[in-house]
C-alpha cells in the first residue's frame, strides 16, 4: 500500500498537470454553470467528482446487481435466517465513500458470521457504482449486498428540504417500515464513516429495551455551550432555546448523532413509533431533519455508548473547542480517536478533499483498496485547484 509520503509526493508532481485536465473537461458539464449546483459545499463536490470520472473514469465491472424498490406494500426478504444488518444511505456523489465504508467494513469481518447490508439510494446512483458496490462481496458467500431503490418512498416526495441537504438523510427512518419488517434490528452507517472493528460487536449489543443506541453529538454540545444561534422559518433562535423548545431536551448532552446508530426497529414498529416519526417530519421544520426528529420521539429510548463507536472530531469543525466542550468529553475524545471503533467523519472538512492530510490517513489507507481511490484523488484535486476555483461558474478558458 502507497505510503503517505508516497501519495504526497505522487500528488505534488502530477497536479499541475492533472490541474489543467480538469480544467479543459468543466466546460463539458452542461449544468456546470447552474446557480442552484454552486449553492453548497455538497453541489461543490458533485461538481468535483463528475470532473474526475472525466479524467479518471471507474473501471468496467461484470458484478451482478441485486437491486429491489422500496413500495409501501411489500416486504424484502431475509438473506440469511441469522445476520449482523447494516443499512445505509447513499447518493451517486457519495458512492465511492460508502463504497470505502463497506469495504472497511467487510474488511473487519468475521468470516463465521453473516453480514446482510443494505444500501439505499434515491434512484440516481448509477449502474457502474452499483455494480463495484455489490462486487465487494464477491467470492464472500456469508456476506449479501443489495441495492434498494427509494425512489419511490413518498418520504422522498412529502418531507422538506433544504438545498443542502439531499433526499438521503430521512433513509435511515425507512428502516422503521413495513418492508423491512422481517427485519428487528439494524446498524445504520452513515457513508463518511471507516469500520475499524467487527461491527457485530455493536450489533449484538444489550441495549436495556430502548429502542436506539448512538453516541452524544460533539457539534450540538458545541453550539450550545457556545451561545450559537440558527435562524428557523426566518426566526433567530439560539441552539439553547432550540433544543430545549423544539425537542424537549434538558441539555445538549441528551442529543446523539444518528450517523451510527443500533436501531430496534422491531420495538418501535410494535410501539407504534414509526406514524410518529414520519408525521412530523412531514409537519415540523427542523434544523437536521431526522436528525432532530429522532431526538425528539426516542428522548427517553435511547441506551447512550461510548464516543468510540462513533468518534466525531470536533476540533476538526471548530478548532480549540476548549471553553466550549467539557474537559471530561475532549479526554475521553483524545483517548478514543487513535482507539477508534468507528471514525464518522462529521462537518464539512472530508477526508476525500484531502486525501493526503494527517487526519485523514486512516480514510486514505481503505480507500487505496477500492476502485474508487483514483477518482477520489482527482476530485480532491479538483477542489483544491486555483484554477478551477477561479472559473467556478463554468467560464469557458
Not at 180 to 192: C, G, K, T
Amino acid at each position: 500500500m502507497m505510503s503517505m509520503s508516497e501519495l504526497n509526493t505522487n500528488m505534488e508532481t502530477n497536479k499541475e498537470q492533472l490541474y489543467m485536465e480538469l480544467y479543459k473537461k468543466q466546460s463539458k458539464l452542461a449544468w456546470y454553470a447552474s446557480e442552484r449546483a454552486s449553492a453548497t459545499l455538497h453541489k461543490a463536490w458533485e461538481k468535483c467528482y463528475a470532473l474526475a470520472l472525466m479524467a479518471a473514469p471507474l473501471p468496467e465491472c461484470e458484478a451482478n446487481i441485486n437491486e429491489l424498490f422500496y413500495a409501501r406494500d411489500k416486504r424484502i426478504k431475509r438473506i440469511f435466517p441469522e445476520s449482523v444488518n447494516i443499512a445505509y444511505a447513499c447518493s451517486e456523489q457519495f458512492a465511492p465513500f460508502c463504497g470505502v465504508s463497506v469495504f472497511s467494513l467487510i474488511a473487519n469481518s468475521d468470516k463465521c458470521k453473516n453480514y446482510d447490508i443494505l444500501i439505499m439510494h434515491a434512484g440516481n446512483l448509477s449502474e457502474l457504482n452499483k455494480k463495484h458496490l455489490c462486487a465487494l462481496a464477491a467470492g464472500k458467500p456469508n456476506i449479501s449486498i443489495r441495492i434498494i431503490n427509494c425512489a419511490q418512498a413518498y418520504i422522498v416526495k412529502e418531507c422538506r428540504l433544504r438545498s443542502y441537504f439531499s433526499a438521503e438523510v430521512y433513509f435511515r427512518c425507512l428502516l422503521m417500515t413495513e418492508f423491512f419488517a422481517e427485519y428487528d434490528r439494524f446498524v445504520y452507517l452513515d457513508s463518511d464513516t471507516i469500520i475499524n472493528t467487527d461491527i457485530s460487536a455493536l450489533y449484538n449489543r444489550n441495549i436495556s429495551g430502548k429502542s436506539i443506541a448512538a453516541v452524544s453529538d460533539l457539534c450540538m454540545q458545541y453550539l450550545v455551550n457556545s451561545g450559537a444561534n440558527l435562524v428557523l422559518n426566518g426566526t433567530l433562535l439560539s441552539y439553547k432555546y432550540y433544543i430545549s423548545r423544539f425537542l424537549s431536551l434538558d441539555n445538549s448532552s441528551q442529543y446523539f448523532n444518528s450517523g451510527v446508530m443500533l436501531m430496534d426497529t422491531g420495538k418501535i414498529r410494535t410501539e407504534g413509533l414509526c406514524s410518529k416519526v414520519f408525521a412530523m417530519l412531514q409537519s415540523g421544520d427542523y434544523y437536521c431533519f431526522e436528525q432532530c426528529v429522532l431526538n425528539k420521539v426516542f428522548k427517553n429510548s435511547v441506551e447512550r455508548i461510548s464516543q468510540i463507536w462513533n468518534v466525531q472530531d470536533i476540533t476538526n469543525v471548530y478548532g480549540n473547542c476548549n471553553d466550549h466542550i467539557s474537559e471530561n468529553t475532549l479526554s475521553h475524545l483524545k483517548w478514543c480517536i487513535p482507539r477508534y471503533k468507528i471514525m464518522h467523519y462529521i462537518g464539512p472538512d472530508k477526508p476525500w478533499y484531502k486525501p493526503d492530510a494527517e487526519s485523514s490517513r486512516v480514510f486514505t489507507a481503505y480507500a487505496y483498496g477500492t476502485v474508487w481511490f483514483r477518482t477520489i484523488i482527482y476530485a480532491s484535486l479538483a477542489d483544491r485547484a486555483e484554477e478551477f476555483l477561479q472559473h467556478y461558474h463554468g467560464r469557458p478558458g
